[in-house]
T-cell receptor, first 114, second 115 residues
Framework: KQEVTQIPAALSVPEGENLVLNCSFTDSAIYNLQWFRQDPGKGLTSLLL?????REQTSGRLNASLDKSSGRSTLYIAASQPGDSATYLC?????????????FGKGTHLIIQP | NAGVTQTPKFQVLKTGQSMTLQCAQD?????MSWYRQDPGMGLRLIHYSVGAGITDQGEVPNGYNVSRSTTEDFPLRLLSAAPSQTSVYFCASSPMWGEKGDTQYFGPGTRLTVL
């Protein structure tokens, strides 16, 4: 059974810092990996989707990398801003052909101090 | 596009009551799914559907029923509510899944309390 772990569980940094969030998964036979953002009391918003054939994806100040062989992904946030404060979740498709939903990590709760 | 919509936003039930959580999407997505999110447990899949007329169980299906009569709608029914079903419920949709994997779009959630 696929397991997804995110480290750290919580992170608080001053505004302007660059930071890295980590995600690891136990079964490397994944089709893709997604990073989501969740604001308090809200739904999930997809930030980046990396296909298994890709090494990284970029969107604005966000860069996500994927190393399937080691079962790891990182989300790099450049020049952090208070508006980046949220919980960040990574997720991979299930092993049952990928139709059986996503397996999520428990998230990293990020606070950017003004 | 409204995206994925869910109703109600909040609901309080008594043990044993039944109710239906509504989910609709206007993006013509084939794949839809329901998750519950609990503190310390993360998000867990309840049921999913790869198209109209096709549904299957996820990780935690007990106590829930689903149907998919149209592409747009994927309601989740609680048959006899229990306090263990107190949670936040999210509906999601996607054009594709698996090896053709695509971005999943989530609704705003329904916060359910069972007394």
């Amino acid at each position: 059974k696929q397991e997804v772990t995110q480290i750290p569980a919580a992170l608080s940094v001053p505004e302007g810092e660059n930071l890295v969030l980590n995600c690891s998964f136990t079964d490397s036979a994944i089709y893709n990996l997604q990073w989501f953002r969740q604001d308090p009391g809200k739904g999930l918003t997809s930030l980046l989707l990396i296909q298994s054939s890709q090494r990284e994806q970029t969107s604005g100040r966000l860069n996500a990398s994927l190393d399937k062989s080691s079962g790891r992904s990182t989300l790099y946030i450049a020049a952090s801003q208070p508006g980046d404060s949220a919980t960040y979740l990574c997720a991979v498709p299930g092993s049952g052909g990928g139709a059986d939903g996503l397996t999520f990590g428990k998230g990293t709760h990020l606070i950017i101090q003004p | 596009n409204a995206g994925v919509t869910q109703t109600p936003k909040f609901q309080v039930l008594k043990t044993g009551q039944s109710m239906t959580l509504q989910c609709a999407q206007d993006m013509n997505h084939e794949y839809m799914s329901w998750y519950r999110q609990d503190p310390g447990m993360g998000l867990r899949l309840i049921h999913y559907s790869v198209g109209a007329g096709i549904t299957d169980q996820g990780e935690v299906p007990n106590g829930y029923n689903v149907s998919r009569s149209t592409t747009e709608d994927f309601p989740l029914r609680l048959l006899s509510a229990a306090p263990s079903q107190t949670s936040v419920y999210f509906c999601a949709s996607s054009p594709m899944w698996g090896e053709k994997g695509d971005t999943q779009y989530f609704g705003p959630g329904t916060r359910l309390t069972v007394l």
